[in-house]
């Protein structure tokens, strides 16, 4: 199985509460490697056109709001199988729903401030990661 990357968000509920490495280190301990970092506060906008879409849901307009109401680490992963393996560690959306040892079953306050966003495809993780890095911003 060749390398793949994936996108990851440490959201604002894990900034804030100074989880960026503890959450950093679940992802290095699972084999996946940080190619790319940035610490940034999205706009509105920003976070808006980020998640285009869930437009229509109900739970948008929160969704938005949170994003961009503190700081978000931005991230490329990079691993054998990464995007499922992301999704493995960052644990189901529901954080009751999600299994021991994952970083929303440990860390993830309710299903909307829940800690991690990660792409779910390599489609949206090709579009999520130009969103925010350029090429010369990866570096494996
Ligand atoms: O993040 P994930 O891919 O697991 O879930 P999603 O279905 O793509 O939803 C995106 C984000 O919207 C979630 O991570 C939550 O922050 C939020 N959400 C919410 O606030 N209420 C819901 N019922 C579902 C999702
Ligand atoms: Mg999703």
Redesign the pocket.
Known sequence: MALERTFSIIKPDATKRNLTGAIVKKFEDAGLRVVASKRIHLTMAQAGEF?AV?KERP?YG??CEFMASAPIVAQVLEGENAIAKNREV?GA?NPADAEAGTIRAEFAQS??E?SV??S?APETAAIEIAYFFSGLELVG
Request: proline content about 0%; charged content about 15%; overall charge negative.
């Open positions: 998640y869930h739970f929160e969704l960052m959306t299903v909307g829940n966003h990660g779910d």
